[in-house]
């Protein structure tokens, strides 16, 4: 049972507020906010997800920006709300085409509308957009994509050679195009994201994969989808060969741990030639989400050092290089170390003639930060940092310092190998085919090397 629903920007300004029951003071979205700018409990540097206040429990989850909060009094699963939060943030993307602070304040009757047909008087209706259609009639105020921040090349899908901008994937499931025409276009993502852990002389520990299918469909009629897969993916631990076999087709065997499908997805053919049949309902929703523990190539190594070079000094050499082809760049990467709790003062030393690279010693957690905009494969990039100390060393400074951890994106990407083989469509749309398009996106969840 929910009391009250809200969505804040990072900024602290409400944005949509709902109170389903009175049974939380109005002003819960400031006691809210704070708690989460100025979180000091348990040595943690960010708010986790669930916690309580005055007898008041705030369950909030961060999307594209915003957070989307609830709150109540009584004992509720935090897994449950925590979920009803995504699917609220995922209905509302379904209508509006684009999720930001923007498209919410031009299209507020529209989101009132939805979060009353969502949840009624603090108890979950539906949130599934297709039934939602009958019942919210509000066209929504379409905002311009091209205003929006640049995506980079995550947002490129592609349809054999052709790219397309991810922008075309940001229209609404219920407005109609200029002119009244509809064009006809499915779009498949294949998500992937990563956790591994380094030994401190470069041995992989652990390593996982979790990753989803997700589709969107602007498809008249509703056609039959049949999407077909690796035809030697193979599901259950030890069912296939460690990494670097390859199969007679060259594109190796893709073994998962486990793996569950979509309510509508028909698996009648699955275990014969790997073809998944659905007719795909409103809205974006997850065909398959999988998990994989068998080795695979990591997309980056990481190499960190630290070593004294003085009674007050040390220096740190950190190196990243990308195992993936050359055709292939990641963005958005970013590298930090925890330092000595006595570190004062980094200074940094880049490669020559780097580029998009941005360092930072961020002095209330001692920690070094190292900010790429893109690393291209094959590529390494060194950095090194002297450290100057409050105090003379005592003990092994390497305890005392680490993990390197390491987020990034890489587009059209995956290291699983998990492949959409070809996506049909039941349907014919008389003189044009519809328009296919699919992207590949890897990214890291826990992406950690020990020193």
Not at 261 to 270: K, M, T
Request: charged share 25%; hydrophobic share 40%.
């Amino acid at each position: 049972m929910i009391s009250q629903f809200f969505v804040l920007s990072q900024r602290g300004d409400n944005i949509v507020f709902r109170d389903y029951r009175g049974e939380v003071p109005k002003g819960s979205a400031e006691i809210f906010f704070r708690k989460v700018k100025f979180w000091e409990d348990g040595g943690l540097e960010e708010a986790p997800p669930i916690f309580n206040v005055d007898g008041v429990n705030y369950f909030h989850v961060k999307v594209v920006g915003l957070l989307f909060v609830a709150t109540t009094r009584v004992n509720t699963s935090p897994s449950y709300v925590l979920e009803l939060l995504q699917r609220i943030a995922r209905v509302i993307k379904d209508y509006l085409g684009i999720l930001n602070e923007d498209s919410l304040r031009k299209n507020f009757v529209l989101v009132y509308e939805l979060l009353d047909e969502v949840i009624d008087f603090g108890y979950v209706q539906t949130t599934s957009t297709e039934l939602l259609k009958s019942y919210v009639f509000n066209e929504p105020l379409v905002v311009d994509a091209a205003r929006m921040s640049p995506l980079g090349p995550a947002a490129l899908f592609t349809q054999g050679t052709k790219r397309m901008p991810g922008i075309a994937v940001t229209k609404s499931v219920v407005a109609t195009e200029p002119g009244g025409r509809k064009r006809e276009e499915i779009f498949v993502d294949i998500i992937e994201k990563i956790s591994i852990t380094f030994s401190s002389s470069g041995y992989i520990l652990t390593s996982e994969i979790d990753g989803t299918i997700q589709m969107k469909s602007y498809l008249s009629g509703n056609p039959e989808i049949r999407l077909a897969l690796n035809d030697d993916l193979a599901i259950g631990k030890g069912q296939g060969p460690v990494y670097g076999y390859r199969s007679s087709t060259g594109s190796g065997v893709v073994v998962l741990d486990d793996c569950n499908f979509h309510e509508s997805v028909r698996l009648d053919s699955f275990e014969v030639d790997r073809t998944l049949s659905l007719v795909p309902p409103d809205g974006e929703f997850p065909v398959m989400n999988y998990r994989m523990t068998q080795e695979f190539k990591p997309p980056f190594r990481i190499n960190a050092l630290i070593e004294e070079a003085g009674p007050h000094k040390a220096e740190v050499i950190l190196k990243v290089r990308a195992e993936f082809a050359s055709s292939i760049t990641a963005n958005t990467i970013k590298v930090q170390m925890p330092l000595p709790k006595y570190t004062n003062r980094v200074s940094f030393e880049l490669d020559p003639g780097a580029s998009g690279q941005t360092t930072d010693f961020k002095e209330t957690n001692k920690r070094l930060e190292w900010n790429l905009k893109k690393i291209v494969g094959g590529c390494e990039h060194t950095l090194r940092a002297k450290l100057t100390f409050s105090q003379e060393l005592h003990g092994n400074i390497t305890k005392e310092s680490g993990p390197v951890s390491m987020t990034f994106t890489i587009p059209m990407y995956n290291a699983s190998r998990l492949q959409v083989k070809y996506l049909q469509i039941a349907k014919k749309f008389g003189t044009h085919e519809p328009y296919r398009w699919v992207r590949y996106v890897t990214q890291a969840n826990s992406y950690v090397a020990r020193i």
